[in-house]
């Protein structure tokens, strides 16, 4: 069974930067979507940045222009860089895969992220 496990979140200032890791249990890039999710309290789990199996990516308005995501095939990791980071960027960030053609998908356990003002 595979299992993606996240890392990397922590308490940065405002305008400052990270990046989050998404280590996958085996080599899935090729037939899932790999997606990072973040979820703020008392809010829903919104859809931040995706990476397609064929390298494309899209991302949530609110982070076009601040955030990367990449993945490395190596390493079977996806990463999120995070840039010019806001209070409102704070909560807890999901690695999300998500079959291309089924309705099958995986989650991480989340990492925190809190950007203080």
């Known amino acids: 069974q595979v299992y993606l496990v996240e890392s990397g979140g922590g308490l940065v200032q405002a305008g400052g930067s990270l990046r989050l890791s998404c280590a996958a249990s085996a080599n899935i890039f090729g037939l899932y979507t790999m997606n990072w999710y973040r979820q703020a309290p008392g809010k829903q789990r919104e859809l931040v940045a995706l990476?397609?199996?064929?390298?494309?990516?899209d991302y949530a308005d609110s982070v076009k222009g601040r955030f990367t995501i990449t993945k490395d095939d190596a390493k079977n990791t996806v990463y999120l860089r995070m840039n010019s980071l806001k209070p409102e960027d704070s909560g807890v960030y999901y690695c999300?895969?998500?079959?291309?053609?089924?309705?099958?998908?995986?989650w991480g356990q989340g990492t925190q992220v809190t950007i203080s003002s």
């Open positions: 999300n895969a998500r079959r291309v053609g089924a309705h099958f998908e995986i």
């Open positions: 990476i397609t199996t064929m390298d494309s990516t």
